[in-house]
C-alpha cells in the first residue's frame, strides 16, 4: 500500500538552527499539508501547497517557515531560526483531492529545539 | 472556517468495555468527517470516514461512527474494546463550500488505554 514517509524520524537542534523536514507524499496525489502537534496539544494546521505552490497558510507559519517541491517527490517544510517553542511532532499528509477523499500522513517527525 | 471539539481528552477503560467518544464540528454545510487514529509510535491512520450517504459508517477494527447532522456530531464507537486499541484518536472535518476550508481541521484527540 501507498504510504507517506518522513525524514528524520527525530532531530534535535539547537535554537537559531535552520532545520529541513523531510517528506516523500504518495506519488499521484496533488495536494500536500504540512501540520504540527506541540506535545499534549491539538493537531494543528501549518500549511497546505497544490502546484507548486502555498494554496492555504496558518498563523503559525510565519516568515521562518517555508515549503518547497524541489523535484516533483520530495516536499520540505523548513524552519530558518528555530525556537523552543518549535518544538513539536510534525506531519506531513498527501491526498489526491481536496473533498470526498482522506489525507493520508506519514509517521512524523519529532523536532526538539534545545 | 469550520472547528472541531473532542470532549474527552483522556479515557481509560478495561478490555470488553464499551467505548464512545465524542467528536462534534461546527459548520453548517457540506463536510466531510474522519477519524483517524496514532498507535504508539506510528503514523496517523484512517479508521473511519463519512462523506454521504448512510450516517452510520463502520471502519476497521470494529469501529463504527454515527454522522448526526441535527447535532453537529460525529462520535466514535466500538461495543468491546480491546488491550491493543490502546493509541490516540483524532476526530477531523473538512468542508467545501462558501465559509468552509477544504484543510482538515483535527480536535485535540483523546488518549484511549485500555487495561487488559
Known amino acids: 500500500e501507498p504510504e507517506v514517509t518522513q525524514t528524520p524520524s527525530h532531530q534535535v537542534t539547537q535554537m537559531g538552527q535552520e532545520v529541513i523536514l523531510r517528506c516523500v507524499p504518495i506519488s499521484n496525489h496533488l495536494y500536500f499539508y504540512w501540520y504540527r502537534q506541540i506535545l499534549g496539544q491539538k493537531v494543528e494546521f501549518l500549511v497546505s501547497f497544490y502546484n507548486n505552490e502555498i494554496s492555504e497558510k496558518s498563523e503559525i507559519f510565519d516568515d521562518q517557515f517555508s515549503v518547497e517541491r524541489p523535484d516533483g517527490s520530495n516536499f520540505t517544510l523548513k524552519i530558518r531560526s528555530t525556537k523552543l517553542e518549535d518544538s513539536a511532532m510534525y506531519f506531513c499528509?498527501?491526498?489526491?483531492?481536496?473533498?470526498?477523499?482522506?489525507?493520508?500522513f506519514g509517521q512524523g517527525t519529532r523536532l526538539t529545539v534545545v | 472556517a469550520q472547528s472541531v471539539s473532542q470532549h474527552n481528552h483522556h479515557v481509560i477503560l478495561s478490555e470488553a468495555a464499551s467505548l464512545e467518544l465524542g467528536c462534534n464540528y461546527s459548520y453548517g454545510g457540506t463536510v466531510n468527517l474522519f477519524w483517524y487514529v496514532q498507535y504508539p509510535g506510528q503514523h496517523l491512520q484512517l479508521l473511519l470516514k463519512y462523506f454521504s450517504g448512510d450516517p452510520l459508517v463502520k471502519g476497521i477494527k470494529g469501529f463504527e461512527a454515527e454522522f448526526i447532522k441535527s447535532k453537529f456530531s460525529f462520535n466514535l464507537r466500538k461495543p468491546s474494546v480491546q488491550w491493543s486499541d490502546t493509541a490516540e484518536y483524532f476526530c477531523a472535518v473538512n468542508a467545501g463550500a462558501s465559509g468552509g476550508s477544504y484543510i482538515p481541521t483535527f480536535g485535540r484527540g483523546t488518549s484511549l488505554i485500555v487495561h487488559p
Open positions: 499528509a498527501s491526498s489526491y483531492r481536496v473533498m470526498n477523499t482522506e489525507a493520508f
